[in-house]
């Protein structure tokens, strides 16, 4: 098998593309892919400093990766959860990435946010972790990014196709026409940016590999029953079957922007703390006064 590039010998065949490519051409190949997604949505420039949300896993550790070496300014945030000893191995992870190629760091920690791990913050609003942890990272996210130009999140193709999927399933309409690879900053809300949004999982974890990149392998507690995984389990038997339909579905969702509401959601500032909310008061906000009301009584 040889590289279709440069003719040496090829360890890598990428069935999507019907192509096949030695480490080196490969890396290219996906540095090359990484900055036309940017520049193609206009997603940030290199004068911008680059706020990047890093888990500990391989997505954001491989787009922290690229974007510094395509040139980009780049500084990492990461929100520790509490998750019992998972969230101890990914700041970890974290903390030795950032030392290692000498890249900023901040890390927030939930329990001086909140005042408890993401697990006890569920318990004592009634919810389930995830749908606690989503809203409470996108906030801290969108206010640790205050200073920067933008917000870069590992989200990948099979992240994004698989929401997009999981939305036309259950007919949310609302939630199709904000997904897009980059989404605009609106008074208090950040530019956010999916840099690998037509980049597949499994070329993100060879990126990995090759560049020697250490990532958590271990996925969080509470991911079991997703059901986003099962979306990307059934876009993989797709796949299996159809190389390529998983990046054609979404970049064609991606052009044709079908699902335009016909009002725009009106978002008004929090009364508490400023951040755009359909509501009087944000939804974090709203969290806080839920725990410090409940701190007494438990
Ligand atoms: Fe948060 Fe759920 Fe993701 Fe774990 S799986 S990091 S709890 S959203
Ligand atoms: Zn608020």
Same mark, same amino acid.
């Given at each position: 098998?040889?590289?279709?590039?440069? =003719?040496?010998?090829?360890?890598?065949?990428?069935?999507?593309?019907?192509?096949?490519?030695?480490?080196?051409?490969?890396?290219?190949?996906?540095?090359?892919?990484?900055? +036309?997604?940017?520049?193609?949505?206009?997603?940030?420039?290199?004068?911008? %400093?680059?706020?990047?949300?890093?888990?500990?896993?391989?997505? !954001?550790?491989? &787009?922290?990766?690229?974007?510094?070496?395509?040139?980009? /300014?780049? $500084?990492?945030?990461? *929100?520790?959860?509490?998750?019992?000893?998972?969230?101890?191995?990914?700041?970890?992870?974290?903390?030795?990435?950032?030392?290692?190629?000498?890249?900023?760091?901040?890390?927030?920690?939930?329990?001086? +946010?909140?005042?408890? !791990?993401?697990?006890?913050?569920?318990?004592?609003?009634?919810? #389930?972790?995830?749908?606690?942890?989503?809203?409470?990272?996108?906030?801290?996210?969108?206010? +640790?990014?205050?200073?920067?130009?933008?917000?870069?999140?590992?989200?990948?193709?099979?992240?994004?196709? !698989? #929401?997009?999927?999981?939305?036309?399933?259950?007919?949310?309409?609302?939630?199709? /026409?904000?997904?897009?690879? %980059?989404?605009?900053?609106?008074?208090?809300?950040? =530019?956010? *940016?999916?840099?690998?949004?037509?980049?597949? +999982?499994?070329?993100?974890?060879?990126?990995?590999?090759?560049?020697?990149?250490?990532?958590?392998?271990?996925?969080?507690?509470? $991911?079991?029953?997703?059901?986003?995984?099962?979306?990307?389990?059934?876009?993989?038997?797709? /796949?299996?079957?159809?190389?390529? *339909?998983?990046?054609?579905?979404?970049?064609? &969702? #991606? =052009?044709?922007?079908?699902?335009?509401?016909? /009002?725009? #959601?009106?978002?008004?500032?929090?009364?508490?703390?400023?951040?755009?909310?359909?509501?009087?008061?944000?939804?974090?906000?709203?969290?806080?006064?839920?725990? !410090?009301? $409940?701190?007494?009584?438990?």
């Amino acid at each position: 098998m040889k590289c279709k590039l440069c =003719k040496k010998e090829a360890r890598i065949n990428l069935r999507s593309y019907n192509l096949k490519l030695c480490n080196a051409c490969f890396i290219e190949f996906f540095k090359k892919r990484v900055r +036309e997604t940017t520049e193609k949505f206009k997603m940030c420039s290199l004068k911008d %400093v680059i706020c990047l949300a890093a888990s500990g896993g391989k997505d !954001s550790f491989a &787009l922290w990766d690229v974007l510094h070496k395509l040139g980009y /300014e780049t $500084s990492g945030l990461f *929100i520790d959860l509490g998750i019992d000893g998972y969230s101890r191995l990914c700041r970890e992870k974290v903390v030795a990435f950032s030392q290692k190629t000498n890249l900023p760091l901040k890390i927030v920690d939930i329990k001086d +946010e909140l005042g408890y !791990s993401i697990r006890e913050v569920a318990r004592r609003a009634n919810k #389930v972790p995830c749908s606690i942890c989503g809203m409470v990272k996108r906030y801290i996210m969108n206010r +640790e990014t205050g200073a920067f130009d933008c917000l870069a999140t590992g989200h990948t193709l099979d992240d994004e196709a !698989s #929401v997009a999927l999981g939305n036309i399933l259950q007919w949310q309409t609302g939630y199709l /026409e904000r997904q897009y690879p %980059v989404l605009q900053e609106n008074q208090s809300l950040k =530019k956010k *940016i999916k840099p690998f949004t037509f980049t597949f +999982e499994k070329e993100i974890k060879l990126y990995a590999q090759i560049a020697e990149i250490e990532y958590v392998k271990e996925k969080c507690p509470f $991911s079991a029953n997703a059901t986003s995984l099962l979306y990307k389990k059934a876009f993989d038997i797709l /796949e299996e079957r159809m190389p390529h *339909i998983k990046l054609s579905f979404y970049k064609k &969702l #991606v =052009k044709k922007r079908f699902f335009i509401p016909e /009002e725009e #959601v009106k978002l008004r500032p929090c009364r508490r703390c400023g951040y755009l909310t359909v509501d009087e008061v944000c939804n974090f906000c709203k969290l806080k006064e839920k725990l !410090s009301s $409940s701190s007494g009584s438990r």
